[in-house]
C-alpha cells in the first residue's frame, strides 16, 4: 500500500469525519421520536363523568385519565397494555391525578376494533417524555406468575370454551348491517362475566391477566391450545375466601368447571418498565 503524504492523510481524515457525521446525522434522523402535530394536556375538570377515550379521524382525545394508565398503555407491546405488575418505581400520584389530552396526528388509520393504534401510543410515549419530563427503562425481573394450563387428564375442555369452526365478523366489514353478537370478532369483559369470539387462548390469558381485579399476578398461556375459540364465563367478583354472590362460583372454580382449564401459580421472568424520573405537567 503507497504511503500517504501529511496533505493526503488529512484530507482523507477529514472525509471520514464529514462521512460519519453525515451517517450519525442520518441516524439520528431515523431515531427521531414520533409526535403529534399538536397536543394539549391539562388537569381534567369534568370528573368521572367525563371518562372516555378515543382515536379516530386522526384526532386522539381521552379524558379523566391517570398517567399511570397512559404509561402501561403507551409501553406495551404487541397492542397490549402493562399491567400494574409491570410498572416498578412509580410514585402513588401517578394513579390519582387525572388529566385530558386532545391531539392531532393525520395520516394514521383508525383501528377496526376501535384500539388506539401503536402509531399512536408511541406518540404518547413522545408527549409524556416532553410534558412530564419521562424517563423510563425496560427490564426483566422474575415475579410470581399465573400459569393457564388444562385442568382434566383427558385434555377435554369445558362447556363454555368451544372451538370456532367458522370465522367471526371483523368490525370494520359490518357496514352498519347488523350482526349478531355471537358472530361477531371481539368480546367484553365486566365483573363477574368474559365473553369473546374468535380468540385465542393466549387472548383469554391476557384478558384474565389485565381486566380481572381477583387476579394479581400475570397470567401466561401454556396450554398449548392453538386456533380460536367462543368463550363465555360467569363467576363471583367478590375477594377469594369471601361469601359467594348467589349461585357464582370463584373465578378459580368457574375456570376448571366451565372451561376446563385453571391457573397456577409459578415464577417466571417478565418485562418491567422502571420509572427514572417523571413530574407533573404543567398546563397548557
Known amino acids: 500500500m503507497p504511503r500517504l503524504s501529511s496533505r493526503e492523510f488529512v484530507l482523507l481524515l477529514v472525509l471520514i469525519v464529514v462521512a460519519s457525521a453525515a451517517q450519525l446525522f442520518s441516524q439520528n434522523r431515523l431515531e427521531q421520536k414520533p409526535e403529534f402535530e399538536v397536543a394539549s394536556m391539562k388537569p381534567n375538570s369534568g370528573g368521572p363523568e367525563s371518562g372516555m377515550t378515543k382515536f379516530s379521524g386522526g384526532r386522539y382525545i381521552t379524558r379523566y385519565a391517570t398517567l399511570k394508565q397512559l404509561i402501561l ?29 386532545e391531539a392531532t396526528v393525520p395520516g394514521i388509520p383508525d383501528d377496526s376494533r376501535g384500539m388506539i393504534p401503536a402509531a399512536v401510543e408511541l406518540r404518547i410515549r413522545s408527549l409524556l417524555e416532553e410534558r412530564c419530563a419521562l424517563v423510563a427503562h425496560y427490564e426483566q425481573r422474575e415475579l410470581p406468575l399465573y400459569a393457564l394450563v388444562l385442568a382434566r387428564r383427558d385434555g377435554s375442555l369445558g362447556p363454555k370454551l368451544r372451538r370456532r369452526t367458522t370465522p367471526c365478523v371483523p368490525a370494520d366489514t359490518l357496514n352498519g348491517f347488523p350482526v349478531k353478537r355471537t358472530e361477531r370478532c371481539g368480546g367484553r369483559i365486566q365483573p363477574g362475566f368474559m365473553q369473546a369470539n374468535g380468540g385465542t387462548i393466549d387472548n383469554i390469558a391476557y384478558g384474565i391477566s389485565q381486566f380481572v381485579p381477583d387476579v394479581d399476578r400475570v397470567v401466561v398461556d401454556r396450554t398449548g391450545l392453538v386456533g380460536f375459540f367462543d368463550v363465555e364465563l360467569t363467576w363471583s367478583d367478590l375477594p377469594p375466601g369471601g361469601p359467594t354472590r348467589g349461585d357464582s362460583p370463584s373465578l378459580f372454580t368457574a375456570l376448571e368447571e366451565q372451561l376446563g382449564l385453571k391457573l397456577e401459580p409459578i415464577k417466571g421472568f417478565v418485562d418491567v418498565l422502571v420509572i427514572d424520573h417523571i413530574e407533573k405537567p404543567t398546563p397548557n
Open 73 to 101: 398503555g403507551a409501553y406495551g407491546a404487541r397492542g397490549r397494555s402493562l399491567s400494574d405488575r409491570q410498572l416498578v418505581a412509580a410514585p402513588a400520584w401517578l394513579g390519582v391525578d387525572r388529566f385530558d389530552i
